[in-house]
């Protein structure tokens, strides 16, 4: 698989954990989701360690609390539907300061935010620590169909394309003096995106044409190879083990 340039969410930091292979992290990612959503939510202290928990590997890891906070914003639409669960749920009524909202919809409220924040920080670290094309790399050596790990690598190589793509069309629809205000410009916008979309799929079609004219037989070359040692598997399973140990503590 080629090597393609760093991303922008790429924190670039020489740290134990950015040393670690790709395959290790997504692994414990999982696994330390999975141990996150099994919490049962009434379990406070279990997600206010899990959240210290994080915190160590992101301190190990020197990725700054304002670029995690930054980040986070992706989880908003997630917030906003949790705030409306107290209030549009049914079931036994509880005031909370003066509003009148469902025990079971501020519990389901709660379940939502707290697992989907320690997801998407997890998912941060990540990306923040792990190349795009290395963690591609890594979804290979965890046998991930070969089919969906190159989707995934020539979005990473082509979304710039197309976003460059939009702003020179932007460019053009704006030194024609036209900007878009209200529904009224709709239409404007709408052809702008099929054109968007002939463009990318004639690009894709080039792309494919020279791909084959240089040998491609439906597999990427894979001109770098990640492996793992056993310490290195060791200190990526040390999130997820000390993760299901405060889930069996809260268990017993």
Same mark, same amino acid.
């Given at each position: 698989?080629?090597?393609?340039?760093?991303?922008?969410?790429? !924190?670039?930091?020489?740290?134990?954990?950015? +040393?670690?292979?790709?395959?290790?992290?997504?692994?414990?990612?999982?696994? %330390?989701? !999975?141990?996150?959503?099994?919490?049962?939510? *009434?379990? %406070?202290? =279990?997600?206010?360690?899990?959240?210290?928990?994080?915190?160590?590997? =992101?301190?190990?890891?020197?990725?700054?609390?304002?670029?995690?906070?930054?980040?986070?914003?992706?989880?908003?639409?997630?917030?906003?539907?949790?705030?409306?669960?107290? %209030?549009?749920?049914?079931?036994?009524?509880?005031?909370?300061?003066?509003?009148?909202?469902?025990?079971?919809? !501020?519990?389901? =409220?709660?379940?939502?935010?707290?697992?989907?924040?320690?997801?998407?920080?997890?998912?941060?670290?990540?990306?923040?620590?792990?190349?795009? +094309?290395?963690?591609?790399?890594?979804?290979?050596?965890?046998?991930?169909?070969?089919?969906?790990?190159?989707?995934?690598?020539?979005?990473?190589?082509?979304?710039?394309?197309?976003?460059?793509?939009? /702003?020179?069309?932007?460019?053009?629809?704006?030194? /024609?003096? %036209?900007?878009?205000?209200?529904? /009224?410009? !709709?239409?404007?916008?709408?052809? $702008?995106?099929?054109?968007?979309?002939?463009? $990318?799929? *004639? /690009?894709? *079609?080039?792309?494919?044409?020279?791909?084959?004219?240089?040998?491609?037989?439906?597999?990427?070359?894979?001109?770098?190879?990640?492996?793992? $040692?056993?310490?290195?598997? =060791?200190?990526?399973?040390?999130?997820?083990?000390?993760?299901?140990?405060?889930?069996?503590?809260?268990?017993?």
């Amino acid at each position: 698989m080629a090597a393609g340039q760093s991303h922008h969410l790429y !924190l670039h930091a020489d740290t134990p954990v950015h +040393r670690l292979p790709p395959q290790c992290k997504l692994l414990s990612l999982i696994a %330390f989701v !999975l141990i996150v959503v099994a919490t049962d939510p *009434e379990r %406070f202290w =279990a997600f206010a360690l899990y959240l210290v928990l994080l915190g160590v590997v =992101a301190v190990a890891a020197r990725v700054p609390l304002r670029l995690l906070l930054r980040r986070m914003v992706v989880e908003v639409p997630f917030v906003i539907f949790a705030a409306a669960l107290p %209030f549009l749920s049914e079931g036994e009524r509880m005031t909370v300061l003066g509003l009148s909202m469902s025990a079971d919809g !501020l519990l389901d =409220a709660w379940n939502i935010v707290a697992k989907a924040t320690l997801g998407v920080i997890a998912s941060i670290l990540l990306a923040a620590t792990t190349e795009p +094309r290395t963690l591609l790399l890594g979804a290979q050596r965890l046998r991930l169909p070969h089919l969906l790990v190159q989707i995934a690598a020539f979005m990473l190589r082509y979304v710039e394309v197309i976003l460059d793509e939009m /702003r020179r069309m932007r460019i053009a629809r704006e030194s /024609r003096a %036209f900007v878009a205000r209200d529904i /009224r410009h !709709l239409p404007v916008v709408a052809r $702008s995106a099929g054109a968007l979309f002939i463009r $990318s799929y *004639e /690009r894709g *079609e080039r792309v494919h044409l020279a791909m084959l004219s240089r040998g491609y037989t439906g597999t990427m070359p894979v001109i770098q190879d990640v492996r793992g $040692s056993a310490a290195q598997w =060791a200190l990526a399973a040390t999130l997820p083990a000390a993760a299901i140990t405060i889930l069996i503590g809260g268990l017993l």
